[in-house]
């Protein structure tokens, strides 16, 4: 079997995990955990670049994150199907890997692509831990039911009240390098090519808006930048200790 895992995110297009939660990640590789990114389409129907360019960038991208597994269910961009055979895709992939944390984009969003991955993550999640719904792996072998144990919503287009934010401060800069792989999507001087439809993503404001979002959430827990996050369920913790552990990591509020 596989090594597992610890934490797995899943997306609709390729560079949607590193915009929204890309800081996180890298944190947790630095950290020494193993991280994986699932996107369930090529990006085919976005208005710049191609899936060849898209698959490059989104392999430069896992490179300076430095996670340890990226895949690409290849469905239908623009019309991601809510079908059992997407669900089975999706299970296969949660029962493949294994991870304690499960991240996915929220219900409600702009996008409706973005909507229909947070249906089928919901469905997977539920599906992969039933016993005696089987599915097999590559070799054939029947795979094992497993069910994460945490399931959190990133933040994208739609903000929500967060549940809880990440620090991402003293990986800002490595995240934007991440993100900035994806040349063909968002403005990257000299890189980004040229005569291709302007899109949100693609204006040279849109630096400006991840920093301030980053920066926003930064202030409400005290630090420089941050990431949110949204619960699905209730969250438990061990021990009030993890927050006594590494206190030079948290802020501590000086008058
Ligand atoms: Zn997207």
């Known amino acids: 079997m596989r090594e597992a895992l610890h934490v797995l995110a899943i997306g609709a297009h390729p560079d949607d995990v590193e915009m929204s939660c890309g800081g996180t990640l890298i944190r947790l590789v630095r950290e020494g955990y193993r991280v994986g990114v699932v996107d369930c389409t ?7 670049g191609n899936p060849e360019l898209r698959a490059r960038e989104a392999e430069l991208a896992a490179q300076i994150m430095g996670i340890h597994v990226r895949e690409n269910l290849g469905l239908p961009d623009g019309n991601i199907p809510l079908t059992a055979e997407a669900v089975a895709a999706l299970v296969r992939v ?14 409600v969003e702009r996008h409706p692509d973005h909507e229909r991955v947070h249906q089928l993550v919901r469905m997977a999640w539920f599906h992969s831990g039933l016993a005696k719904l089987v599915t097999t792996d590559g070799d054939g072998q029947p795979q094992q039911p497993y069910r994460p144990r945490w399931l959190f919503c990133y933040m994208q287009a739609y903000e929500f009240e967060p549940s809880f934010y990440v620090d991402i401060s003293d990986v800002y800069e490595q995240k934007v390098r991440a993100v900035q792989a994806h040349a063909s999507q968002v403005y990257v001087p000299g890189v980004s090519p040229e005569n291709e439809p302007e899109t949100v993503l693609s204006r040279p404001e849109f630096w400006q808006l991840l920093e301030l979002r980053a920066r926003y959430f930064g202030t409400r827990i005290g630090v420089q930048y ?9 969250v438990g913790l061990p021990s009030l200790s993890v927050w006594l552990k590494e206190p030079d990591s948290f802020p501590v509020e000086r008058g």
């Open 42 to 48: 090529r990006g085919e129907l976005g208005s710049r």
């Open 94 to 107: 949660l029962r493949r890997w294994r991870p304690q944390i499960l991240l996915l984009p929220p219900p």
């Open 226 to 234: 941050a990431e949110a996050f949204l619960a699905l369920g209730p």
